[in-house]
């Protein structure tokens, strides 16, 4: 449930029009319905009450503050992939302590930057991740509070590029060198050994597959505890498919039951790095038809791009798109192409979609745009980033202000021997 609603036929935010938001700060603009963020965290929670768990927020998701700040307003704390996130998390008001550090890349710096703060927990991918955040440690007189991702070879059953648990993708540990990891960790003076962390993709729309991993990685524990270790801990990852069109995802109250009765009597501190399911459906990409033209084929050419959302261009993926202005009952139906104006025929997003009669300068919305839309954009084309905005109630409020072509400039510099050129 999202509140995006038609009301007298026209397209709502809450108790905001969309039209009104258009003309007040023009188009494209992402729009994103703070009521909408705050029931589903609400029904995740809700699911998992009881358990104690720490919901971190996957800030990748969608990283604008107002947003991260709506999820710790609520209570949640930041998944973080990135010296940037972390900074972002804790501009937008996100408790050190209610941090996790995702991720296989980090930096000698971005380690060093979270241990001064003083994270959660560490969710470490590689031997050499764990020796150099030893060194780091050691370096700065800290202990680094440690999970160790381990890849536990499950296959999500989701997008290729966005599967993340079998053994040939490069996250984690292979689950079965775990042993070793934590026998070596145990040995590291900068390091403690607290838990296992598993994440196996995103967009999970089966039970199934988040059944098997989270055996996987509990059984892990078990086996550690067997062997002396003090294992405290179990991040669970997020992955939590939404329906998008036609997928049936299994509701996050199923979802809760399956944690809990996983975990249940294991004495751990659970993590949840659920990104999507919390902010996916509570954002619209709102967009103007530019032209339409028939040439063979319907194609409506619309003012956003794949540089605004490139989850079409990047994983086929499918975005509901709906007239602003609610079509009439009997309004005739064509397949269309809903293009962008950039110079790829890529730049689809959707092909061959049943659309009602629509004219230039009508709206249409994009759905279920909130996550991995506005942090995934791009200014290909010198297309300027788009607005955001969110609304409470009544109330809308701009988040970020529209990029201008003048911003883009400002941040090329030229090089000095054509600088007096320019003067
Ligand atoms: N934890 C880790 C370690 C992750 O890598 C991710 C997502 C999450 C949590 C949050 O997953 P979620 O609950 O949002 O599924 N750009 C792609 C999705 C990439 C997901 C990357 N990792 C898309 O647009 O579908």
């Known amino acids: 449930m999202d509140h995006f609603q038609y009301r007298h036929g026209i397209l709502h935010a809450e108790d905001v029009s969309i039209p009104d938001i258009a003309a007040a700060i023009g188009t494209p603009f992402y729009c994103y319905s703070a009521a909408t963020m705050t029931r589903h965290y609400n029904v995740l929670t809700g699911s998992l009450d009881g358990t104690g ?36 998390a804790l501009a937008a008001g996100a408790s050190p302590d209610d941090v996790v550090f995702a991720g296989p890349g980090k930096t000698r ?45 499950v296959d999500a059953g989701t997008h290729e590029k966005i599967t993340t648990g079998r053994k040939q993708n490069k996250f984690g540990i292979p689950i079965d060198r775990a042993m070793d990891i934590f026998a070596l960790g145990a040995e590291l003076p900068g390091v403690a050994m607290l838990g296992v ?16 991993s989270f055996d996987r990685a509990l059984g892990l524990v078990d086996e550690l505890r067997a062997a002396g270790h003090d294992i405290r801990r179990c991040n669970l990852g997020g992955g939590l498919g939404i329906p998008y069109g036609g997928e049936t995802p299994p ?21 949840l790095e659920p990104g999507r399911v919390l902010v996916g459906n509570a954002g619209i990409l709102v967009a103007r038809v530019v032209y339409e033209k028939h040439e063979g084929r319907r194609f409506i050419i619309i003012d956003a791009a794949m540089n605004d959302l490139i989850r079409p261009a990047m994983y086929d993926s499918w975005h509901d798109i709906v007239p602003v202005v609610e079509a009439a009952p009997d309004a005739p139906m064509t397949e269309a192409d809903v293009v962008g104006p950039i110079c790829e025929s890529g730049d689809t997003l959707a092909k061959g979609r ?19 839309g506005a942090v995934m954009a791009s200014t290909y084309n010198s297309r300027p980033l788009v607005a955001e905005v969110m609304v409470r109630g009544d109330q809308y409020a701009v988040i970020r202000p529209r990029q201008t072509i003048d911003d883009l400039i400002a941040l090329d510099q030229p090089p000095p021997w054509q600088q007096a050129e320019l003067e």
């Open 197 to 212: 962390a598993v994440h196996i993709g995103s967009q999970i729309t089966d039970l199934a597959p988040f059944e098997e």
């Open 109 to 153: 710096d971005e380690l060093a930057q979270a241990l001064a703060i003083g994270i959660y927990q560490f969710n470490v991918e590689s031997e050499q991740e764990l020796r150099l955040l030893n060194a780091v440690a050691v370096e700065m007189g800290k202990v680094a509070p440690v999970s160790i991702r381990v890849n536990p070879d």
């Open 53 to 88: 768990a720490k919901v971190c927020y996957a800030v990748k998701a969608n990283s604008n503050q107002a947003v991260i700040r709506t999820m710790v307003e609520l209570g949640a704390g930041a998944d973080v992939i990135s010296g940037g996130e972390l900074t972002r």
């Open 354 to 372: 049943p659309m009602p009669p629509l004219a230039p300068n009508d709206l249409i919305a994009v759905r279920s745009a909130g996550a991995y």
């Open 251 to 271: 509701p996050p109250e199923e979802y809760g039951r399956m944690v809990k009765r996983m975990t249940a009597n294991r004495q751990l501190d659970l993590v």
